[in-house]
């Protein structure tokens, strides 16, 4: 029987990574700037041409892959069947502060990558990280929990009942969008004022306080009483959007990553509990928060997750063989 | 082979029904207030006593009914593995503002049925009410619908891809208690101010104007300024709501049931679309919401479709056996 061999992309907004591996864990992993400019599939072309580049540091030819697992921004639609993306943060025809050389409405991923592809599955970033939590990470065995990643945006992976939800076109997560404040000014990239992300992620943080998320963070640990005080009240949104989950969906466990929580989960963690909570004690009490335990290269390896046979879970999760991974970055 | 029969339990905050059906249909309903005094096991005694009433009025023997289904009114939470109910309008001992003549703070639902049936399934009425809207109703063939009742609580049932959610205590759709409003003092039940429900449920929104929620709609309707512009923001509370759920879950179809909504629907609908509409197309497009179907006995319907077998449901949902069913209402 031939080896079989695995690909994987990581779509960000600003970096793109591609991944080759075989049944002893990531073989080669080759990352590049995200395109934003060209046709409508100059991003799918330049997944192809990465997973070439990947294949070339394995010394595999790209030929012999039939599977690819991607791990991507959203959201998404379909078009003729086939899964796209309409990021705000990559079209710039979807956004109204159009900083982007394109003006891009649909990027037809799916279309493109299955012309050379055989098993092509796309999921949402934190649906891929909340994969790869429920077979290497912080999820493994509990069927009711959510991931989060709390950086320059807000996104969450659900799963309900040992059921990863995807929704109607692969959408599902997208709380980072509710509505939590009727009179902030804060706004999103989406044009909400008042949502989850708007309130609390990195970028809308810095924009609305005019200073460097990282600086009102220190600035906090070191003891300034304002920078607490804004401190307090991010953890009070993000808690609060917590727990509109959990009543929604009768959580037991959420697993936080992304690099604002990476940074200061000490600071942040006693703050957004007791938000958590206070409230419902029918819903909220066992709920428990812990960090994400696969936090920088979860998006790979949650698109490994997607496509890889059942087989190797178990030798994977007992070798952790992506820790000697090494990323070769292209210009 | 015998004849397979089934019970079902409708169990609300004000009155309990047990239904008795065999394949062709239900055979006898018989309903009372739901009791609020005695010992904690005292629901689940009703319970049996009304299901041998039912069975009475059917020509049926109770101990030849192996199989019960239940739509209760929640949280459910667990005791010895078995579920219960620590439901604020039931239990004394949980509520804030006690009205009800008990202390109690569990009720030992399936402990008690179980000593009678040998298969008894419980679920939130929400849920209930979506699986039948699922089977017989509203919702057939839509894998990502939500229930929504807007009545004197809010409640919901939520199903994605096709899978019915229930969470770590069976407790998923709890999302009547989202906060939306930071400043709103208005209460809920549960103790939070300016979640969904007390937003907008018939009981708190009667609190909160300090008029009956029929007056208000009634006045709306004739063209009262003033009462139109209190629709209108329950409407905006309602919709914002309903778009927290879409961008949670990438739900395409709504399905709304519930007394407010069953005698408003006309006028609220426009404003409910409105809000849905107004944000995150990618999220929202084709989002479309109807009124739930079985709406009377719907809670029925969804119990017996609990414990229903499947050869059962193409002929029902042909048939529609519950239209001639008689209710007998005993003191």
């Given at each position: 029987m031939a080896e079989i061999l695995l690909g994987a992309l990581d779509i960000g907004g600003s970096k793109l990574a591609a991944t080759i591996a075989n049944d002893q864990g990531p073989i080669a992993r080759?990352?590049?700037?995200?395109?934003?400019?060209?046709?409508p599939d100059a991003l799918g072309q330049q997944c192809l041409a990465l997973l070439a580049a990947a294949g070339n540091a394995a010394?595999?030819?790209?030929?012999?892959?039939?599977?690819?697992g991607v791990s991507s921004c959203g959201p998404f639609a379909h078009q003729d069947g086939a899964i796209g993306?309409?990021?705000?943060?990559?079209?710039?025809g979807l956004t109204q502060e159009n900083d982007l050389p394109n003006d891009w409405t649909f990027i037809p991923l799916e279309f493109t990558l299955r012309k050379q592809f055989s098993k092509v599955v796309i999921e949402n970033d934190c649906i891929a990280a909340l994969t790869a939590e429920r077979y290497f990470g912080a999820a493994q065995a509990e069927p009711n929990s959510v991931y989060v990643t709390w950086s320059t945006g807000v996104g969450f992976g659900l799963c309900v009942d040992g059921h990863?939800?995807?929704?109607?076109?692969?959408n599902a997560g997208h709380a980072g969008h509710i509505l939590l404040s009727e009179f902030s000014d804060a706004l999103c990239g989406c044009g909400n004022r008042g949502d989850l992300e708007a309130l609390v992620s990195g970028r809308n943080l810095a924009k609305h306080y005019a200073r460097a998320a990282e600086d009102i963070?220190?600035?906090?640990?070191?003891g300034d009483a304002a920078s607490l005080n804004i401190v307090k009240d991010l953890a009070k949104w993000f808690g609060r959007g917590l727990y509109n989950l959990v009543t929604t969906l009768d959580t037991r466990c959420i697993l936080v990553g992304g690099?604002?929580?990476r940074h200061h989960a000490e600071l942040l963690s006693p703050f957004v509990e007791a938000e958590i909570h206070s409230?419902?004690?029918?819903l909220t009490k066992g709920v428990t928060l812990r960090s994400a335990e696969l936090d920088d290269l979860v998006?790979?390896?949650g698109a490994l997750a997607l496509v890889m046979p059942e087989s190797w879970v178990a030798d994977w999760r007992n070798r952790q063989p992506w820790i000697k991974l090494q990323t070769i970055a292209l210009d």
């Open positions: 080759v990352v590049q700037a995200t395109v934003k400019s060209g046709k010394n595999i030819d790209i030929k012999e892959v039939a599977s690819v993306l309409v990021a705000p943060n990559l079209c710039g990863i939800l995807r929704g109607k076109h692969g963070f220190t600035s906090a640990t070191a690099s604002v929580w409230r419902f004690p029918a998006a790979d390896i």
